[in-house]
C-alpha cells in the first residue's frame, strides 16, 4: 500500500512557473506518473518517471516545458511546470504503479493522490 499526497498547485499567470510535489507514504520503488483533469474533459497523463530515475516521458502538450524527477531518499516526486499556458489549468493527480506497460494509461496505475489545482490566467 501507498498513499500520495500533492502539494505545490495554486494560481500563476501565462509564462510563469510553479513546482508541484508529490510525497508518498510506504515504498519508495514505484513507478510514478502525473495526469490532470481539466473541468469538462478526461484524465489525461502528462508525465512519468521510472524507479529509479532513469528515464522519464513526457506529453507532447508539456514537452520542453515540464520537467519530472524525484527524490527516493525523500519519498517525493517533483513536477516542475515552466512557461505555464491557460490550457494548463487543472486538477494535477500524482499516480503510482508497481509495474507499468504504458505511461499514459490510467489504469497501469493502482494508487492516486487526491489531486491539487493549477490555474493559469490570461
Known amino acids: 500500500q501507498v498513499q500520495l499526497v500533492e502539494s505545490g498547485g495554486g494560481l500563476a499567470q501565462a509564462g510563469g512557473s510553479l513546482r508541484l510535489s508529490c510525497v508518498a507514504s510506504?515504498?519508495?520503488?514505484?513507478?510514478m506518473g502525473w495526469f490532470r483533469q481539466a473541468p469538462g474533459k478526461e484524465r489525461e497523463a502528462v508525465s512519468a518517471i521510472t524507479r529509479l530515475g532513469r528515464a522519464t516521458y513526457y506529453s507532447d502538450s508539456v514537452k520542453g516545458r515540464f520537467t519530472i524527477s524525484r527524490d527516493n531518499a525523500k519519498n517525493t516526486v517533483y513536477l516542475q511546470m515552466n512557461n505555464l499556458k491557460p490550457e494548463d489549468t487543472a486538477v494535477y493527480y500524482c499516480a503510482a504503479s508497481l509495474i507499468n506497460r504504458d505511461y499514459a494509461r490510467a489504469a497501469e496505475y493502482n494508487y492516486w493522490g487526491q489531486g491539487t489545482q493549477v490555474t493559469v490566467s490570461s
Open positions: 510506504g515504498r519508495t520503488n514505484y513507478f
